[in-house]
């Protein structure tokens, strides 16, 4: 077969081909990335050249001042607008916190609805399944004020617990759907060979199941831990001090009503990029594990 | 039910009481997520509901008085600024979630393909999405600035024009701007979700393809595209519910303004609650854009779900 | 199909311990509250002459840049009254706010010191969350301040807000652009910027930050001067009239002439003051609070090229000043009123006046005033005197603030979209108006005006 010359021909301009795709697919990506180096570079520049005009593309000389102040660590430059350390170490042990324990919580409930909604049918099913996608459809600014009232009145405002509940609500519909989508690919001829073999259902879902939807799992982790991450509108209202406070209504106290401090607001969304780049990493790899598995079964 | 009792045995007068079979099997399943979404959206909702009856408004917060639809038939029928802010949203969730599925698929179709670098490839994509949109909409509010932003700079630089465009401000424009800084922050959840479905799908279809000489887009066009098929319908109905996920990026970037020209439905609710502390009005518009925006979708969705449910167990 | 069944048992515990798990969760975060109320605490102090030995002051405040500086001020009462003070939240004016109004709705006040604003306090007293200050504040300890800028706390008679320091704008313009001098009526303002723009290509003659409140509180300081009135007496709006329209016609028609930016309609204050320092902008009203900002080589291309005067006058014959304060509040909830009073004349004190004066603040009290215009007489800084001078006056004589209203945001909220429509050209000064006095009227109205 490879001595065949027309499929050598045909390799070769495969390998061109594949050439271009690698090259194309940078560009684009250097494209979508150029924002995000933006912020990452105004960083660490120097106060006078953030918001120059015109842009300063070269920047002449890199600094850690934005870092340093944000811990706290003296510089010639002088404090943010805080005026005084900033618990960053707090927003973001309790970000960590929050997010990683809503993103499990959302993972296992999310699974086994998507695999219910996979595999099931029975009274209530469209009306749950609506149910979800309405609550996927309300906002977090929409919630605010009464799940504010309501916390408040039950002493979960401004506690890490109450905001982990929240993030676990919202991510779970998404977890389901894209679970359920991912089930569905699922041949049912699989779980009845297993079946057969002697599992039980339970069984069949842990050992033939669950490992085919590992990439849509990862996929689901991925966007319940940005999610829970990054969401703003909720967080700002109901966590108040730095007990429970996280990281996106930190970063918006770096907006003064007259000044934004852009050093203050880029580092410390470098660091909040940190350990989700961190996550992210982890259970990609996980996502590439189980696809491979999933390709061989085929 | 004999082949039950036999098996069961001695404790069968015990087992008799907790007959959970597969029956019970998804609804106990459900129960945990059922619960959870009743007691952190649900309650609040119908708090909401109920406020939406009244004529709570901010400054006066200790009046609450019942007033039936009032809030409703105001806002249905005298409001104008309601409709153009739902069909400003409607358009704006419609270019959205399309550019971002063609994109998306492209780009997901090129990673899929990637011999090495995959890992790094998909990080990289993902970066949007990993910051906080409100800082996105800050970036993104600089960078369209008329005489400060990387954009008017980057156009004078290559063509030397120094015509400082109001990207935030002209009609089309300051929508342009806003679906640019969504479509950034969001095309790399397509991204992902779309190159897992296609990293997912079996390879034999693709090697005996291959072998029978098909190109790259046919391969693409005839199988491919129809086995991520779910994949693309439930990444859409997603992103098409997703209305709310702009608020953070719009409401930086230029508040539903100027005079109202990138109004989204939530950034409306938003002022009209918070600013204006009106919030009944507010709680009755959240509701109606909900209640819209299912009706929207599940009529649009309504061939999906109805093709999805052939898989199931009877029960 | 046993086996099944078996299973099915388990499943059934996994999915009940997991819910059983999450409720005892939430059961023990319910069994252990954190505190929501100002604690409580017995009233003899432990050690002499420490007032307040002991005890907790919450308080509710403001931080950025120019507020943090005073709050160096605290661990010295702390030190006096053997009190500590706990920062229940800090955030810039508008978060601040937002908290405040939420809270005195939900009924979640846990502090005893909020932080207060002319424009904003007129909503808590509505929202009966404030305590009328009368009582611990006697003549003499007001005496030091400023009448205009004391009267802009009060309401129904009764003070509310302890002055901190107060913001107007003047005129701000450049000496390198070719204008003559300062404009002495908006009549001169307008063809001066038109002028500005003409002659100096790349700058603009002049701008206004163009949306929300922002926007409102410009037009209203230049309907002002013209004579016209925002509500009148029976609080109906009286904008939409031949002032009025003159006011607003004067921003649409340098917007159309290209004498402002294109996007000023996205501007707010930093945004304007970032395309002062870069040197685009030939003259207009801004903050004092900006001065020291302006004057630094370091981030201003500006620096040393401009000039400050008062207000131009309009047809109404007054220089016009749109103003407020900010302050200190006590809250109706709290159980340490004392203490809180305390705490404020503390930092409402002659040492904390001078202590935000050196940051360039304008500060409230007559004394200090004095002190740091003779102060600013061997400044090597040529404006240095004549600035605080013109701050001072404006307080006396422009000090302006917006109707005291509980309903000034939400009016601003109906009003502001429609001003940029206008703006922008899309609609008709008188039009416009038009439309916008009847929503106001409709909202006054259903407020119980």
Redesign the interface.
């Known amino acids: 077969m490879s001595e065949n010359p027309s499929w050598k021909g045909?390799q070769k301009a495969r390998r061109r081909?594949?050439l271009l795709?690698?090259i194309?697919?940078?560009i684009?990506?250097l494209i979508?990335?150029i924002?995000?180096l933006?912020?990452i570079l105004t960083s660490v520049r120097i106060?006078?050249e953030i918001?120059?005009?015109?842009?300063i593309w070269i920047p002449s000389g890199f600094t850690l001042d934005s870092y340093k102040i944000l811990f706290g660590m003296p510089t010639p430059e002088g404090a943010?607008?805080?005026?005084?350390a900033i618990p960053v170490a707090k927003y973001a042990s309790n970000s960590i916190v929050i997010s990683l324990t809503a993103t499990l919580f959302a993972l296992?409930?999310?699974t086994?609805?998507g695999?219910?909604f996979?595999?099931?049918?029975?009274k209530g099913k469209?009306f749950?399944?609506?149910?979800?996608?309405?609550?996927?459809?309300?906002?977090?600014?929409?919630?605010s004020?009464?799940?504010?009232?309501?916390f408040?009145r039950?002493?979960?405002?401004?506690?890490k617990?109450?905001m982990t509940?929240?993030y676990?609500?919202?991510t779970?519909?998404?977890t389901?759907?894209?679970m359920?989508?991912?089930f569905?690919?699922i041949p049912?001829e699989l779980d009845e060979a297993a079946r057969i073999d002697?599992c039980?259902?339970?069984?069949a879902f842990v050992r033939v199941d669950l490992p085919?939807v590992l990439?849509?799992a990862?996929?689901a982790g991925?966007?319940a831990f940005?999610t829970a991450?990054?969401e703003?509108?909720l967080a700002?209202?109901i966590t108040?001090?730095p007990?429970s406070r996280t990281?996106?209504p930190a970063?918006?106290?770096f907006?003064?009503?007259?000044?934004?401090d852009w050093r203050g607001?880029?580092a410390m969304?470098v660091l909040?990029?940190i350990p989700?780049?961190v996550f992210?990493?982890i259970i990609?790899?996980q996502?590439?594990a189980g696809?491979t598995s999933?390709?061989t079964k085929? | 039910m004999t082949t039950q009792s036999v098996a069961v045995g001695p404790s069968r007068r015990k087992r008799k009481r907790f007959q959970f079979t597969?029956?019970h099997?998804?609804?106990l399943?459900?129960f945990?997520?059922?619960v959870?979404?009743v007691?952190?959206?649900?309650?609040?909702?119908l708090?909401?509901l109920y406020?939406s009856f009244t004529n709570f408004n901010l400054t006066n917060p200790k009046v609450i008085e019942f007033i039936g639809f009032q809030n409703y038939i105001t806002l249905l029928t005298r409001d104008s600024q309601f409709w153009k802010a739902f069909g400003r949203t409607v358009l704006f969730i419609t270019l959205a979630v399309n550019i971002e599925l063609i994109l998306g698929l492209g780009?997901a179709q090129?990673?899929a393909?990637?011999?090495r670098g995959?890992?790094l490839?998909?990080?990289?994509?993902?970066?949007?999405?990993?910051?906080?949109?409100?800082?996105?909409g800050?970036?993104?509010k600089?960078?369209f600035d008329a005489?400060?932003?990387?954009v008017n700079?980057i156009l004078?630089s290559i063509t030397g024009q120094s015509q400082l465009i109001p990207w935030l401000i002209k009609v089309p424009l300051g929508f342009i701007s806003i679906l640019v800084a969504e479509i950034?922050m969001s095309?790399?959840?397509m991204v992902?979700?779309l190159e897992?479905g296609i990293?997912?799908l079996?390879?034999?279809p693709f090697e005996a393809a291959e072998v029978d000489?098909a190109s790259?887009w046919q391969k693409f066009r005839l199988l491919t595209l129809p086995m991520i098929m779910?994949?693309i319908?439930?990444a859409m109905?997603?992103r098409s519910?997703?209305?709310?996920?702009a608020?953070?990026v719009v409401s930086i970037m230029t508040g539903g303004g100027p005079a109202n020209r990138t109004e989204l439905i939530?950034t409306y609710?938003?002022r009209l609650?918070f600013n204006g502390k009106e919030?009944a009005l507010?709680?009755a518009m959240?509701f109606i854009a909900?209640i819209l925006?299912?009706v929207f979708?599940?009529m649009f969705f309504n061939n999906v779900?109805k093709s999805?449910?052939t898989?199931?167990?009877?029960? | 199909m046993s086996?099944?069944k078996?299973?099915?048992r388990?499943?059934f515990l996994k999915v009940v311990s997991?819910t059983g798990g999450a409720a005892v969760?939430?059961a023990c975060?319910?069994a252990t509250?954190?505190p929501?109320e100002a604690p409580a605490v017995p009233t003899a102090p432990a050690v002499v002459g420490k007032p307040f030995d002991g005890k907790t002051l919450r308080m509710h405040a403001i931080?950025?840049?120019?507020y943090?500086?005073l709050?160096k001020l605290i661990p010295a009462w702390e030190e006096e009254t053997g009190a500590k003070v706990e920062m229940?939240?800090?955030?810039?004016?508008?978060?601040t706010d937002k908290?405040l109004v939420?809270d005195f709705?939900?009924g979640?006040v846990d502090y005893d010191v909020a932080w207060d604003h002319s424009s904003f306090f007129s909503q808590y007293v509505k929202a009966d969350g404030l305590e009328p200050l009368d009582a611990y504040f006697s003549t003499e300890d007001l005496a030091d301040f400023i009448p205009g800028i004391l009267n802009a706390g009060k309401r129904d008679g009764k003070l509310w807000v302890m002055p901190r320091h107060f913001d107007i704008s003047c005129m701000h313009y450049r000496t390198d652009v070719g204008l003559a001098g300062p404009p002495e009526t908006w009549d001169d303002f307008k063809a001066g910027a038109l002028k500005v723009t003409q002659d100096n290509p790349g700058v603009f003659g002049t701008q206004f930050a163009g949306k929300e409140e922002a926007l409102t509180g410009r037009f209203y300081e230049v309907l002002l001067a013209e004579g016209g009135q925002l509500l009148d007496d029976s609080f109906m709006p009286a904008f939409n009239s031949p002032a009025g329209v003159k006011a607003i016609s004067m921003f649409s028609e340098l917007y159309s002439a290209g004498a402002m930016p294109p996007d000023m309609t996205n501007f707010l204050?930093?945004d304007v003051?970032?395309q002062w320092v870069?040197g685009?902008i030939g003259m207009y009203t801004e903050?004092y609070?900006?001065y020291s900002y302006f004057q630094d080589p370091?981030?201003s291309k500006v620096a040393g090229k401009f000039d400050i005067a008062r207000q131009p006058m309009g047809d109404g014959n007054i220089h016009s000043g749109w103003a407020g304060h900010h302050g200190f509040s006590i809250t109706k909830a709290s159980k340490e009123k004392e203490m809180a009073a305390s705490l404020i004349k503390h930092l409402t004190s002659v040492e904390g006046n001078q202590l935000e004066a050196k940051l360039g603040i304008l500060i409230s009290r007559q004394s200090v005033w004095d002190q740091i215009i003779k102060e600013a007489e061997t400044s090597t800084d040529p404006l240095a005197k004549k600035r605080l001078e013109l701050a001072v006056l404006q307080a006396q004589e422009d000090f302006r603030t917006p109707p005291l209203i509980a309903e000034w945001l939400p009016l601003s909220n109906i009003l502001y979209p429609i001003l940029q429509q206008v703006i922008l050209g899309d609609t008709e000064p008188q039009a416009g108006l038009d439309e916008a006095a009847t929503k106001v009227e409709e909202m006054m109205k259903g407020a119980g005006y």
């Open positions: 045909h081909k594949d795709n690698e194309f697919l940078w684009i990506m979508f990335f924002p995000a933006w912020i106060r006078s918001l120059a005009h015109p842009p943010f607008g805080l005026g005084g296992v409930f999310g086994l609805a695999y219910v996979s595999r099931y049918k029975f469209n749950i399944f609506l149910g979800l996608m309405l609550a996927r459809a309300v906002p977090g600014i929409a919630l004020l009464p799940l504010f009232m309501m408040a039950i002493n979960l405002s401004d506690t617990l109450g509940t929240i676990i609500a919202l779970i519909p998404f389901a759907w894209l359920d989508g991912f569905r690919t049912k002697g039980s259902t339970w069984g085919l990439p849509g990862a996929a991925i966007f940005l991450w990054n703003f509108a700002s209202i108040r001090t007990a990281f996106p970063l918006f106290e907006t003064g009503q007259f000044v934004s607001m880029t969304s909040m990029l989700a780049i992210v990493a990609q790899r996502l590439l696809l999933g390709a085929g | 597969d029956r099997l998804p609804l399943l459900l945990p997520s059922v959870i979404i007691l952190v959206i649900g309650f609040p909702m708090y909401s406020i780009i090129m990673m393909r990637l011999a995959k890992g490839a998909r990080t990289l994509m993902m970066m949007p999405m990993m910051f906080a949109p409100i800082l996105v800050f970036q993104f600089w960078f005489q400060l932003g990387l700079n004078y950034w095309t790399p959840f992902i979700i897992a990293l997912s079996p390879t034999e000489g790259g779910p994949f319908y439930t109905a997603i519910l997703d209305l709310a996920r608020f953070d939530w609710v938003n609650a919030f507010g709680a959240s909900v925006s299912l979708t599940y779900l999805r449910w898989e199931e167990v009877e029960l | 086996a099944q078996r299973v099915s388990r499943d997991l969760l939430t975060a319910t509250p954190e929501t931080s950025g840049a120019n943090d500086e709050y229940v939240f800090k955030g810039n004016g508008f978060e908290r939420q709705a939900a979640t204050w930093e003051a970032n870069n685009l903050w609070g900006w370091a981030s």
